[in-house]
């Protein structure tokens, strides 16, 4: 059993940057994939970025070069650097995890947060 909790989120100007962080606890919680997903109203959950244990990542095409995954095994946190934000990131950001490996499929995560929500102004 796995649980997440989100923070960070807020509202920034397009251009500006927020930094999620989501604290994953439970004995085992290092040794889980961990994901982020935004969920836009009216819009599916989306896949935004993945690290396994090791620190393999894999980004949307949508984020990629504004946007960083990293996490601390150590302190069980997973991180999300956003920069260069858009008005098209406003969403609710979800942390998620699961065990085995890495992927997109949010309907193939066990454990999901309450979610933080990010709002970017233009």
């Known amino acids: 059993q796995v649980q997440l909790v989100e923070s960070g989120g807020g509202l920034v100007q397009a251009g500006g940057s927020l930094r999620l962080s989501c604290a994953a606890s439970?004995?085992?919680?290092?040794?889980?994939?961990l994901g982020w997903f935004r969920q836009a109203p009216g819009k599916e959950r989306e896949f935004v970025a993945v690290?396994?244990?090791?620190?393999?990542?894999s980004y949307a095409d949508s984020v990629k070069g504004r946007f960083t995954i990293s996490r601390d095994n150590a302190k069980n946190m997973v991180y999300l650097q956003m920069n260069s934000l858009k008005p098209e990131d406003t969403a609710v950001y979800y942390c998620?995890?699961?065990?085995?490996?890495?992927?997109?499929?949010?309907?193939?995560?066990?454990?999901w947060g309450q979610g933080t929500q990010v709002t970017v102004s233009s």
């Open positions: 998620a995890a699961r065990s085995y490996y890495s992927t997109p499929r949010a309907d193939l995560y066990d454990y």
């Open positions: 439970g004995r085992t919680a290092s040794s889980y994939v």
């Open positions: 690290i396994n244990w090791s620190g393999g990542t």
